[in-house]
């Protein structure tokens, strides 16, 4: 069948490069192993792309079109001090029309794919008519969760906060008021947790769901909600496979080629996590007082209250140099550690034999990333579902140990020292690494060809292809 004539999805992706990455193979696996045909509208929500973003878009797949949809008047009605969640919001409500337009001129459509922003899309679904699936990039646990709250809601009489008693859904991590979405904790009468409830309503509305998780790692996803006829595919883990490497990316490799075999803990916060200057000299004295080797993707520090102010790759012009780091800390640490400015080439790093343990915000990719390396973490999360993910990989899967915070939040150095030693030290580390390497087995089966998730795209992709 000629490309033009093949039945087309379409993927809208919200502008985090969280969801890019994932939606990028999961497009790839429908273009290469089913003869769909796709395209991949990425809402932007900055004026240029980031050195991040052209990394990422560098390594589209082979018969995938990504659309990057931009409009520098639909952000100019956005105060600067708008939150990350405002600018995501505004920029898929503003680009429905452009999205419609766009689409309409691939027919013919097989079906129009999510990441987010499920209110926006199921209006353009319906414009279109063609079925809306979500593809939802945190874990089962999470969207479990979600498409529970309008019933959690209606049962709660205070704040969520107030709760004594963990929330429990079937087969999931009991989740703690603290552990849960930063909407949740923001307060009932807030206008974020106002656009929360819509949109978890919005969700059940949906035809389906394409979950970025596996069997094996959550089996309460074969149950579904009870209650709510949703079909739910875990497609999981998808990463892509063939990312990008630029040129400075090699300095990383070529030093952790140097290192011993599973020496050197590998920190990052994700594409957006920030760290604020007290936090960021805690982490770095921690490192040293650790004494081991280490490699850290440092952002510049920042005071965003929720953590994620270089959510967009909004580095960008900011001066590059390491000034931030402690006083002396980068001479002292020639020979043990290597801080790369702001990224790094996160899948070659913890592919590569020389790393111990992983230090993560609990990003869903950087977890998916580190299972699939049968890399063990250390969990830091940060903001969005992070608390939940980590509540999860620490209590129920047990690939994780989790940093515990001083009041006011600060992790302090003599508990970053103690976590890393207790990963890689200690016997209960070496049980962390054990499970981490039977997981990714299991994730390697899913994905092979006879797997749960490649078992479950095909049927998703027969259903698109006959037109259901
Ligand atoms: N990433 C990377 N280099 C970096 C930071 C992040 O390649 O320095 C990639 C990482 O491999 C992952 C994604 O960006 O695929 C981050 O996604 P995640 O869900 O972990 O966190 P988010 O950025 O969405 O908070």
Redesign the pocket.
Known sequence: QGAASRPRVILLCSP????L??ILELARRLVADHGLAATILFTAATPSPSE?YL??AAAVPEGVDLVALHDESDMAALPPSASVRDRIAHAAARSHPRVVQAARSLAPLAALVADANVTAALAVAAELGVPLYVFF?SPWTVLSLLLHVPELDAAVAGEHTDAAEPIRLPGCVPIAAADLPSPMLAGRSSAAYARFLHGASAFRKADGFLVNTFRDLEPAVLGGVDGLRLPVHAVGPL??TR?ATVARDQKCLRWLDQQPRGSVVYV??????TLTWQQTAELALGLEMSGHRFIW?AKRPNEDPLG?GA?FGSQAGADAALDFLPEGFLERMTSVGLV?E??????AI?SHQSIGCFI????????L?SILNGVPLIAWPMY?E?RVNAAMLEQQVGVATRVKLEEGGLVCKEEVARVIKHVMETVEGETLRKMACELKDKALHALSAEGSSTQAIAQIANLWKSGS
Do not use: D, K
């Not at 702001?342 to 899948?347: D, E, I, L, R």
């Open positions: 985090c490069l969280g969801h990455i994932p991040e990394a990422v990039t990463m892509l990312p990052s916060f994700g594409s957006g996590g993707v994620c959510l790369a702001s990224w790094a080439p996160q899948t913890l993560t915000h609990c990003g869903w990719n950087s977890v990333e969005a992070q």
